[in-house]
C-alpha cells in the first residue's frame, strides 16, 4: 500500500510492440499469508487501513512488517450512475468477497488467510498484523507454483496454478487466482478516495500506531501523489457456480505429494494502463483454499504472487532454461539503524548469500540463506555498523545485484 508520495509513485511502466513476459514462482516450502482487505473509495476510515497495511505489514514498514504477506483488497459499492466505486468487481459476481463470505460486518474490516483470529474470520484492521504473525509462523499444507505468459500483442494473461499436498489432509481443497491491479490514482470521479476528518485533523494517529498519513489533506484525497489504490481485486478466474471466491475443486483427502493443476487465461483491457500513479502494474496471485460447510473452516492454505511483465523475452511454457538476478529487490528502511529487511523475486528459487561492503571495499557482513519460496524476504542485522553508506550484495544461482543504504543512528 504505497500511499505517501514519496513512496507511491516511482518509475513508469512502459510498454512498446509485440513482446512476451513470463514469471515462475513458488511458494518453496514455505508459508504465504493472504490478507484480503474490505475497501471502498466511499469508505473514510479506509485510507487508515491502507496505513496499517504498510506501516504493519507490508515491506516498506518501518516497525513489524512480513515479507510473505501478500495483499488483495476487495472494493465495494459500484454505481454505474454516480461511479461510487469504479474498483468494485461487478461482473459476473458482483463484489463476491464483500457480500458472498459472510465474514465482512464493516469497513475496513479483512481476513487473514480466512482463517479466525481469535475466533472471528473477519477481523478490524489493528489485529491484521497480529493475524499474520500467527500465520506466517504456521507450517504449510500445500506448496503453490504459478507459471504466468502474458502476451502484449493480445493482452491475453495465462496462468497455470498448481498445489502439491505436503502432508495427508481430510476435506475438500479448491484452487483458484486472482488478478490485481496496483497504482491506480484517485484522481477521475469514481476513484476518489474519501477520507475522515479524525485522520486529517493535527495530531492524528492511525490505527497503525503512527501519525495518520493524512493530516492537513483535503477530502477526497483526489491526488495521486498524496493517495493510490493498491492490490485491488479486478478478476477472480475461479468459475465455480459460488462466484469465484470459493474456488475450482481440486483435492479430496489428499496424500502427501498429490498434486493438482489448473491453467486459467483472460485478457487485460488496456483500462488497466490508464490510470497510473507513474508505476502502475498488474499483479496475479495463485492460492489453494480449504472448502467445507463450515464458513469458519475455510482458510487460504497458501498463495503465491506475481507481477506480469512486459519485456522482450519469452521462456519455455514449463520449467526454467534461463537464470536471472533477483529482480524488484528492495532493501529498506533506508537510512536504518539496527535492522535492514530485504526483498525480492527469485525467477529460480535458489540459496541467496547476501554480503554488505563498506564505503573503503571491506567487507562486514556476510550471511547465508537456503534455498525457498520465490519471493525473498529476509532481516539482516546491522546494529554493529557504524554510520555512513554501505552497499549490499545479493547473489544467486541468476548473479549478483547490488543495492545502497546508509546507517543512520
Known amino acids: 500500500m504505497r500511499l505517501k508520495s514519496i513512496l507511491l509513485c516511482a518509475s513508469a511502466l512502459t510498454i512498446a510492440g509485440t513482446s512476451f513476459g513470463q514469471t515462475n514462482v513458488t511458494t518453496g516450502g514455505e508459508k504465504y499469508t493472504l490478507v484480503e482487505e474490505a475497501t471502498g473509495a466511499w469508505c473514510q476510515w479506509c ?27 476487495f472494493h465495494n459499492n459500484y454505481s454505474a450512475t454516480s461511479g461510487i466505486d ?9 463484489d463476491p468477497f464483500n457480500n458472498g463470505t ?25 489485529s491484521w498484523p497480529g493475524a499474520v504473525s500467527a500465520r506466517n509462523g504456521m507450517s504449510p499444507n500445500f506448496d503453490v507454483s504459478m507459471v504466468c505468459l502474458y502476451d ?44 475522515a476528518s479524525g485522520l486529517t485533523g493535527a495530531g492524528s494517529t492511525s ?53 493438482f493443476e489448473k491453467t486459467y487465461t483472460d485478457t487485460i483491457p488496456t483500462l488497466y494502463k490508464g490510470r497510473t ?3 502502475q502494474y498488474t499483479k496475479v496471485i495463485g492460492l489453494v483454499q480449504k472448502y467445507s460447510a463450515t464458513a469458519t ?3 487460504i492454505e497458501n498463495c503465491i504472487e506475481a507481477e506480469v511483465r512486459y519485456m522482450w523475452k519469452e521462456l519455455p511454457s514449463t520449467g526454467l532454461t534461463a537464470l536471472v538476478p533477483m529482480e524488484g529487490v528492495k532493501v529498506y528502511p533506508n537510512p536504518a539503524t539496527t535492522r535492514l529487511t530485504v526483498k525480492g523475486i527469485l525467477e529460480s528459487p535458489s540459496a541467496v548469500q ?53 546507517v543512520s543512528k
Not at 459472510?102 to 489493528?126: C, E, K, L, Q
Not at 493480445?154 to 502439491?164: G, I, N, Q, S
Request: proline share 6%.
Open 297 to 299: 473452516d475455510r482458510p
Open 152 to 195: 502484449s500483442s493480445t493482452r491475453v494473461l495465462t496462468m497455470k496454478v498448481k498445489a502439491k499436498a505436503l502432508a495427508a489432509l481430510t476435506g475438500t481443497y479448491r484452487i483458484n487466482a486472482y488478478i490485481t491491479e496496483d497504482s491506480v490514482s484517485s484522481t477521475p470521479i469514481g476513484y476518489r478516495q474519501t477520507v
Open 207 to 259: 490505527s497503525s500506531g503512527s501519525p495518520s498519513w493524512f493530516i492537513g489533506k483535503s477530502n477526497p484525497l483526489a491526488s495521486p501523489t498524496v493517495y493510490c489504490h493498491m492490490d485491488a481485486v479486478r478478476r477472480i478466474l475461479a468459475t465455480t457456480s459460488t462466484g469465484g471466491i470459493w474456488g475450482d475443486a481440486a483435492f479430496t483427502n489428499p496424500a502427501i505429494g498429490d498434486s
Open 47 to 73: 485510507p487508515d487501513g491502507a496505513q496499517v497495511i504498510q506501516e504493519r505489514i507490508e515491506p516498506y514498514g518501518t516497525s513489524a512488517n512480513y515479507p510473505r504477506a501478500i495483499i488483495a483488497s
Open 102 to 126: 459472510g465474514y465482512i460486518a464493516g469497513f475496513p474490516m479483512g481476513t487473514v488467510d480466512r482463517a479466525p483470529y481469535p475466533t472471528n474470520v473477519g477481523i478490524s484492521r489493528g
Open 277 to 279: 500513479c507513474l508505476k
Open 354 to 406: 547476501i554480503s554488505v561492503i563498506n564505503a573503503i571495499g571491506q567487507q562486514v557482513i556476510n550471511k547465508s540463506f537456503e534455498k525457498g519460496g520465490s519471493i525473498f524476504g529476509e532481516y539482516v542485522d546491522i546494529s554493529t555498523l557504524s554510520n555512513g553508506v554501505y552497499f549490499m550484495q545479493i547473489a544467486t544461482d541468476g548473479g549478483t545485484v547490488t543495492r545502497q543504504f546508509t
Open 86 to 94: 469504479s474498483l468494485t468487481i461487478t461482473k459476473p459476481y458482483n
